[in-house]
């Protein structure tokens, strides 16, 4: 087992490791730099006042060598510029303002946990990812806790007595929820809940006020857009592992020794029927994510995903990579989890 | 003129789709008189909950084709914006209607009053004509190297399953964020892209030709060549497209070509589902590597290609079919999510999902620009997925 969590954390580091590549090189092509200089300069800079301002900040090294700087591996760069009284002026990456140049350190990067700083908000990454990482976990504290037991009622309710009529309801209940993406139950549940048109103004229509003070009135319509497109998935994951043990040579023995319906389906399959749910909930955290983004979109709540929409938009690099940093590492810790979590809940299944 | 009401505008609305219906019910008439003999397309026909998915698809197929390249059912120009009509709720009278005008805005107005009816119409046949050809990529590529992986397995799944959770590690729209932005377009990456992404299935066509006809020579080599012909002249007609950094075919030769903004969302999307696709045939390729009569045919001394292709693909049908049908579902929310995020299609395309993002910024004061189009995706994807729910009930039956 420590040998297998070993080779995953390896293979794990190792995707991180090519994904940031893959961003940074994406992020660092010349027309992306090119909006990067004019959006934090101005508008009409000239061709040469984008190239020097792109060589003053050390944007245009070899990728590898950005890349190595931003891990930490290799020193940061640094611009020097001989001014007319003859002082030196010295500016890089590991430089901040208001600390001099040669009691800032030489190396800064993830690995010294420098994050870089953010172009578009003017402020170090990791306070920025750290902070709205903080909001999306409220938010999806809350997906969580209505979604995942609701999913599993619906799922074992519907695939105890598969075929029935109550089966019927849910499944084509958990069918059009998981056909249904954020941004059309989103857009439908704000028209009927929180438009003047309808008039019903149960809850608010934007969640910007949730950041601060969460509460029933404009934290519900978010949470359940989020929960939707989850429940039915989940649901029709766990209808699907109910309905297989329900037909189990164990159950039938249970049900010809007499005991009623309601102990064999609490005693007897409702822990087997759960093993396959746990994994799906967990690598359903990636798409979760996606649903974040949209629904942090749509209701205006200014969470993780909002800064995913933000950095993206505006090629702000530093920010991005953190951003991708910690989405990947959510991926694929999920992974590991689901994969150590079934060989614990299943005994037949061994690793080595 | 009077506005109308709920019921006229239902009523004439069910008139303009007259095409629509007309073809429904030939379709349906057709299919369930000859459904004995059409395989598992005709047991399709058994299921009540497979017959209301597949009618709920036609029925967009449908108004997308007459809709869309025949231009029948819609009552005003898409981009046309008549002054007046601004946000003017369901029913409203067209303002100096001149004779030849549809005298009303059925569905309303839109904040650049533009007639929703119409887009929503328009925006159909842009879904239609991405979403299955997207998939269908998709797939040739999940194919092409799921197969292979499956069956040699060692280095090379590897690799391939490497690379597969390497794609899907990343979030979705972020994936998009960095790969349609203009200023990645203006790096000519998506066409590169296209490049190696169209390779596929002609490749994937070939090497079928070749493993089948393999020990006739003369057969091969003829219908080889017509293929290479062939396969050839529609990949270089694909990816040369004018105004993109591949442009090298004459326009006489060049038959096809796709929109530079279309071929763009196209690799973003195929991009992000064939590997789902690879991982999904991979594992059929697995199982079914094992069984007798692979055994059998490697016994008989038959090509590796010819395994794969012909003896472990078909025998996989079942479950790829079921996927084929939820996979344009979940492309079709991607292209949703894309004009959601105003990213790839210019904003006044009349997409679903540029016009979802249009409208949800007035969606507490005006309905009518949002839900349409909203409405649209929500019932075109849960046809699919009911589609699929009844193909897998039937093709489980047997």
Redesign the interface.
Known sequence: MGLFILRRLAVMILTALCLTFIVFIMTNLYPNLEKLAKSQGNFRMSDEAVASYLETRGYLQPIPVKYAEWLGVIPSYRHTVEKDDGTVDVTGRCIYPGIAPEDSPNFCGILQGHWGYSTQFKEPASKIIGTRLALTGKLMMWVLITMIPVALIVGVVSGMREGSKTDRVLSTFSIATSATPEYVSGVVLIAVFASSAVGLKFFKGTATSAMESANWENFTLPVLTIGLYGIGYIARMTRASMAEVMTAQYIRTARLKGVSFRNIVVKHALRNALIAPFTIIMLQFPYLLNGVVITETLFNYKGFGWVLVQAAGNNDIELLLGVSVVSVFVVLVTQLVSDIGYVYLNPRISVS | MEPLNGLEIFVRILGLLTPVWIALVVTFGLSITFKRKLGLYGKLFDSTVGMIGFAMVMFWVFTALFGGPLDMIVTHDVLQQVSGMKNKVPGTPLRGAEAGDYPYYLLGGDNLARDVFSRVIKGSWIVIKIAPFATLFAFMVGVTLGLPAGYYGGKLDTFLS?LA??I???????LF???V?P??V??G?PVYMAAVIFVMPVAFVMVLINSRYQVIPQKRNLYLSIAAVFGLWFYFSMISTPGTVIDFMPAWLDAKNMEPTILVIFVAVVFVNSPTIFRIVRGLTLDIKTRDYVAAAQTRGEGTWYIMLWEILPNARGPLIVDFCLRI?YTT?LL??LG??GLGLSSESPDW?ST??E??KL?????HP??PP??S??SL??G???LA?GLREESLRD
Do not use: H, K
């Open positions: 490497f959770n390497l899907l590690a990343f979030p979705v729209i972020l964020y960095l790969l932005t200023e990645i203006a790096t990456m579902g929310i949703g999510t959601f995020f999902g979802i993002n409208g949800r969606l507490s004061i005006y309905l949002a839900l909203a409405l995706l929500l994807v849960l699919l997925n009911l729910d």
